[in-house]
């Protein structure tokens, strides 16, 4: 299925709440030319007073809810519209991350539809994968591993 | 058409296995090396089919 349409309004309603938020996991690592493919979208963000208030009016442009599956053992915020099949992750923590600012400084501005969308690059998916060290995490790093080298042997870091 | 007897049917040649396996893999890497290399020709804003989409009972599909 073609992510486009979702990632365009997931993009202008991060715009419109004014969130800073970064594309990480599967998804990021296909838009940084991985061939893997995810049933989910994951972000990062700094979870603050203002960040929360911000997520929220995410959800509502988005014409979704915001759970917290995992509460109080994660702090995971899950934006979620099952009619429409969206279902986006938020998370203030990640394995491997030291900093949302770093990664966010490192990310790549990703323009869709009008709408600008950062996604994490993919060093940092894969050290994220690393550190989580989950079966699925594990399974997918030598194909994260291989673009890295093509990409790297082809020079095309920082592409948009 | 007559069929051979046991003693002319002579023997056959075969592969070794672990040759075998060595090809397959060999060009299994080429095949996704390939792939890896289409997407990284694509601008970022065409390597968005990767979404699958949950199927009732479990599972998913793309």
Do not use: C
């Not at chain 1, 990310?107 to 969308?117: E, F, N, S, Y």
């Amino acid at each position: 299925m073609d992510a486009r349409p979702l990632l365009e309004r997931i993009a202008l309603a991060l715009e419109r709440a004014e969130l800073d938020a970064v594309l990480i996991g599967n998804a990021a690592a296909a838009l940084q030319g991985a061939p893997v493919t995810t049933v989910d979208v994951d972000f990062m963000f700094r979870k603050s007073p203002a960040g929360l208030r911000k997520l929220r009016r995410v959800a509502d442009e988005l014409g979704a809810v915001v759970l917290r599956p995992y509460y109080p053992a994660s702090e995971l915020f899950r934006v979620v519209d099952d009619a429409a099949g969206l279902q986006a992750d938020f998370m203030a923590r990640v394995d491997g991350v030291r900093s949302f600012e770093a990664l966010r400084a490192r990310a790549t501005r990703l323009r869709l539809g009008g709408h600008t969308l950062l996604v994490a690059r993919l060093e940092d998916v894969i050290r994220s994968k690393r550190a989580a060290g989950r079966p699925r995490d594990r399974a997918v790093l030598p194909v994260l591993e291989a673009v890295l080298r093509e990409k790297q042997r082809q020079g095309s870091q920082g592409e948009a | 058409m007559r069929s051979r007897g046991k003693a002319a049917k002579g023997k056959r040649e075969t592969t070794p296995r672990p040759a075998g396996l060595d090809a397959l893999r060999a060009e299994s890497d080429r095949h996704h090396l390939d792939q890896i290399r289409r997407l990284l020709a694509r601008p970022m804003a065409e390597r968005t089919h990767f979404l699958r989409k949950r199927v009732p009972g479990g599972g998913s599909h793309v």
